[in-house]
C-alpha cells in the first residue's frame, strides 16, 4: 500500500531561524515527489518537485532533497519569516494507473516574532 | 489567467440536506480531482474526472456522493442526505493532461458546515 509519512507533526520556531522537514514514502513505482504549501483557509500550493534522478531543488528560501534509494525526502526552510507559517505536505506519485497522488498529513509549521 | 475557482467558499446544510459544490478547472484544463480535507487531517482523494467521464472515484463514498464533470460548465460534487461526518474541506484540483508529471492546480477549498 501506498504511503507517506511525515514528521515531525508540528513545529514551532523563531523568526530567522532555519527548519527541516521530514518525509518518508513506500509509493512504487516512483514518478515524483512534491511538496506543497497550504496556508491556513487556503488550498495547497507547490513548492518543488523531484523526479527520480535529482538529488536536490531549491525554491527561494526553500531547498528539497531525495534520497530514492532510502526513499526519503526533506524541505529546509531557510531564515524563516511569519509568512511560512502554513502546513507542508509532501506528496507523492507513482508510475501508472490513474496516476492519483499519496498525499503525506502535512507537517504544521509556527514562526513566532 | 484565473485559477481554480470554488464556490460557495462556506457552505452550512442542516442534516439531511443536499449539498453541491461547485467547481471551474483552470483554462485550458480538462482533468479534475475532488479531496476532502477533515480536521487535522490530511488530503484524501476521493474522484478524478475528465470532461463528461469519470476516471477514477474510488476514493468516494458508494452511497450519497456523486460527482460530474459535463461537457459545458464546471464539475458538481454533491453530497445528498448529509450527516454531521459530512463536515470537512472540500477541495478541488485541476490539471492540464492526465498523468503524475502534470502538476494539479488547486482551488481554495469549500468548507462544508453540518448543523
Known amino acids: 500500500k501506498n504511503q507517506v509519512e511525515q514528521s515531525p507533526q508540528s513545529l514551532i520556531i523563531l523568526e530567522g531561524k532555519n527548519c527541516t522537514l521530514q518525509?518518508?514514502?513506500?509509493?512504487?513505482?516512483?514518478?515524483?515527489l512534491r511538496w506543497y504549501k497550504q496556508d491556513t483557509g487556503r488550498g495547497p500550493v507547490s513548492l518543488t518537485i523531484?523526479?527520480?534522478?535529482?538529488n536536490t531543488k531549491s525554491n527561494g528560501r526553500y531547498t528539497a532533497t531525495l534520497d530514492a534509494d532510502t526513499k526519503q525526502s526533506s524541505l529546509h526552510i531557510t531564515a524563516s519569516q511569519l509568512s511560512d507559517s502554513a502546513s507542508y505536505i509532501c506528496?507523492?506519485?507513482?508510475?501508472?494507473?490513474?496516476?492519483?497522488?499519496?498525499f503525506g498529513r502535512g507537517t504544521s509549521l509556527i514562526v513566532h516574532p | 489567467n484565473a485559477g481554480v475557482m470554488q464556490n460557495p467558499r462556506h457552505l452550512v446544510r442542516r442534516r439531511g440536506q443536499e449539498a453541491r459544490l461547485r467547481c471551474s478547472p483552470m483554462?485550458?484544463?480538462?482533468?479534475v480531482y475532488w479531496y476532502r480535507q477533515l480536521p487535522e487531517e490530511g488530503l484524501k482523494f476521493m474522484v478524478y474526472?475528465?470532461?463528461?467521464?469519470?476516471?477514477?472515484e474510488s476514493g468516494m463514498p458508494k452511497e450519497r456522493f456523486s460527482a460530474e464533470f459535463p461537457k459545458e460548465g464546471p464539475s458538481i460534487l454533491r453530497i445528498q442526505q448529509v450527516v454531521r461526518g459530512d463536515s470537512a474541506a472540500y477541495f478541488c484540483?485541476?490539471?492540464?493532461?492526465?498523468?503524475?508529471?502534470?502538476?494539479?492546480?488547486f482551488g481554495p477549498g469549500t468548507r462544508l458546515t453540518v448543523t
Open positions: 484540483a485541476s490539471s492540464p493532461e492526465r498523468g503524475p508529471t502534470y502538476e494539479q492546480y
Open positions: 518525509c518518508n514514502y513506500t509509493v512504487s513505482p516512483f514518478s515524483n
Open positions: 523531484m523526479t527520480f534522478s535529482e
Open positions: 506528496v507523492v506519485s507513482a508510475l501508472g494507473g490513474s496516476y492519483i497522488p499519496t
Open positions: 483554462k485550458g484544463h480538462s482533468h
Open positions: 474526472l475528465q470532461k463528461e467521464n469519470i476516471i477514477d
